[in-house]
T-cell receptor, first 114, second 115 residues
Framework: GAVVSQHPSRVICKSGTSVKIECRSLDFQATTMFWYRQFPKQSLMLMATSNEGSKATYEQGVEKDKFLINHASLTLSTLTVTSAHPEDSSFYIC??????????FGDGTRLSIL | AQSVTQLGSHVSVSEGALVLLRCNYSSSVPPYLFWYVQYPNQGLQLLLKYTSAATLVKGINGFEAEFKKSETSFHLTKPSAHMSDAAEYFCAVSGAPGGYQKVTFGIGTKLQVIP
């Protein structure tokens, strides 16, 4: 089946640093990638949708300057959390899909800001 | 607009017993419906999906779900629970056509299997 790789799986860093998370589709070309955030004991909240070669579409309430998304190729999207603070600590999950196919999810990144 | 309501944030069943996880949806267009499973500290794995074909959908690991338009429901069942089924399950809805675009997830149901 389709495989989506997300890296790193866990990050611990100091407040004020920027953190980059990568999402790769390993065996298919992903025309669309999605970034979600999941708080403890809650569902996934869509942060943004990115299509290859174009700007990401952010959901209401998500700061685009805080969460930079780049979808430079059909197999790679990155999420950069800029100047991270403790309230940004969360579980971030990406997904990717081909046209007319369901989303396939990465294994998530546990981000902890000290 | 679309939304999903999962009834019961925690469900406990004995090993070998029937698993029933409830999901009701709301959608202004014909929906695509999904069930995903999440194990601790992992992403989501697609269990099964409904895309307007057969109303009874069979998925992986012995799970199945039935789409009932009159009840706006898409409950997930498995005849006999296994210890490895302990996980969190998310019901999700997406609006057709192009029904795999924006997916709205329910809050999740944590399934506990008691030996």
């Amino acid at each position: 089946g389709a495989v989506v790789s997300q890296h790193p799986s866990r990050v611990i860093c100091k407040s004020g640093t920027s953190v980059k998370i990568e999402c790769r589709s390993l065996d298919f070309q992903a025309t669309t990638m999605f970034w979600y955030r999941q708080f403890p004991k809650q569902s996934l909240m869509l942060m943004a949708t990115s299509n290859e070669g174009s700007k990401a579409t952010y959901e209401q309430g998500v700061e685009k300057d805080k969460f930079l998304i780049n979808h430079a190729s059909l197999t790679l999207s990155t999420l950069t959390v800029t100047s991270a603070h403790p309230e940004d600590s969360s579980f971030y999950i990406c997904s990717a899909r081909q046209p007319n196919q369901p989303q396939h999810f990465g294994d998530g990144t546990r981000l902890s800001i000290l | 607009a679309q939304s999903v309501t999962q009834l019961g944030s925690h469900v406990s069943v004995s090993e070998g017993a029937l698993v029933l996880l409830r999901c009701n949806y709301s959608s202004s267009v014909p929906p695509y419906l999904f069930w995903y499973v999440q194990y601790p500290n992992q992403g989501l794995q697609l269990l099964l999906k409904y895309t307007s074909a057969a109303t009874l959908v069979k998925g992986i690991n012995g799970f199945e779900a039935e789409f009932k338009k009159s009840e706006t429901s898409f409950h997930l069942t498995k005849p006999s629970a296994h210890m490895s089924d302990a996980a969190e399950y998310f019901c999700a809805v997406s609006g057709a056509p192009g029904g795999y675009q924006k997916v709205t997830f329910g809050i999740g149901t944590k399934l506990q299997v008691i030996p």
